[in-house]
């Protein structure tokens, strides 16, 4: 797969063949995928560990970030994914993903 912004791949989703954008975030940590509105395609839990993961729309032009999926971090329990990859989420201002804990491993996937 190609490599692209420091870490960033695009892979082939679906039947169809349509590339979407892909980011492996481990450890914990606040990380500012996209800049600017987008669709989020997919969250897949590579690894379990002790981590918690909570998705923020943002920042607006105040530098306010939104909950996306419920105000409260995500506890992933199993490997596989962890958001409906035939239903994506809109985002208007940018894609943030803060991991907490230890020893999780998320690919997300998003336009």
Do not use: W
Request: with cysteine; net charge neutral; aromatic share 6%.
């Amino acid at each position: 797969m190609p490599t692209f912004k420091s870490g960033r791949t695009n892979v082939v989703m679906g039947i169809c063949g349509e590339t979407v954008a892909s980011k492996i975030i481990s450890g914990a940590g606040t990380t500012q995928i996209k800049l600017g509105g987008g669709v989020l395609r997919s969250i897949t839990v590579d690894i379990v560990g002790t981590g918690t993961i909570q998705l923020k729309d943002g920042p607006d032009s105040a530098g306010n970030f939104q909950a996306l999926l419920g105000a409260a971090a995500i506890t992933p329990t199993a490997v596989g994914p962890l958001f409906n990859p035939g239903r994506p989420l809109s985002f208007r201002d940018g894609l943030q993903i803060v991991t907490g804990g230890a020893g999780s491993e998320y690919e997300i996937q998003f336009d």
